[in-house]
């Protein structure tokens, strides 16, 4: 079983939906957790992290962290063509051992279609 | 702020040869990590060095190995190279060992044949 499970989708969503990405993970180390998008051909671009349970918002992108459930979140309201890209989600604990690399999900592939 | 350069960006190798990959991290950052991403596999740790010292490892054979220099600009090497090699190779600049704020650059895709 892998660390954090993501579904890979293909996600397709009308312009202006709210679109909602998530992610599982199993090793309670993880402290920090990211949300990356990636355009084809591109690297993963870091949209936003939080620390530890709760949420965060910047613009359009809204993070939940539930750490008792191991889940977390990105909610995209308003959704545009432009977002139209591969989500990756990624954790981080500063302790040592494996949790202190980043370890990412699998990548969410979404569209958002005119 | 430039951001994170990785050159090549395109590499064709043959089986067996070696290859050898570079970053250059934001101005002031200390650490580079590197990354393997495939579409089975996803993105992959491969190490990571913060002040010219390996300090983490993922779990690759050491046919990959790397090294980091004192102006923080990172190489990766891949010795003995096999067809399952062929991947986008990413390398992540931040300005602590272990921190959320990591920067990646554009990748280095790797095709072995």
């Known amino acids: 079983q892998k660390e954090v499970e993501q579904d890979p989708g293909p996600l397709s969503v009308p312009e202006g939906a709210i679109v909602s990405l998530n992610c599982t993970y199993s090793n309670s180390a993880f402290q920090y957790f990211m949300w990356y998008r990636q355009y084809s051909r591109k690297g993963p671009e870091l949209l936003m992290y939080?620390?530890?349970?709760g949420n965060k918002e910047d613009g359009r992108f809204t993070a939940q962290v539930d750490k008792s459930s191991k889940y977390i979140s990105l909610f995209i309201r308003d959704s545009q063509p432009s977002d139209s890209a591969t989500y990756l989600c990624a954790m981080i604990g500063i302790s040592s051992g494996s949790a202190r690399q980043l370890t990412f999900g699998s990548g969410t592939q979404l569209t958002v279609l005119p | 702020k430039a951001g994170v350069t990785q050159t090549p960006r395109y590499l064709i190798k043959t089986r067996g040869q070696q290859v050898t990959l570079s970053c250059s991290p934001i101005?002031?950052?200390?650490?580079v990590s590197w990354y393997q991403q495939t579409p089975g596999q996803g993105l992959q740790f491969l190490f990571e060095?913060?002040?010219?010292?390996?300090?983490n490892k993922g779990n690759f054979p050491g046919r990959f190995s790397g090294r980091q220099f004192s102006n923080s600009r990172s190489e990766m090497n891949v010795s003995t190279l096999e067809l399952g090699d062929s991947a986008l190779y990413l390398c992540?600049?931040?300005?602590?060992?272990?921190?959320?704020?990591?920067?990646f650059g554009q990748g280095t895709r790797l095709t072995v044949v």
């Open positions: 101005s002031g950052h200390r650490s």
């Open positions: 939080t620390y530890s349970s």
């Open positions: 992540a600049s931040s300005y602590n060992s272990g921190s959320a704020e990591a920067f």
């Open positions: 060095y913060f002040s010219e010292t390996q300090r």
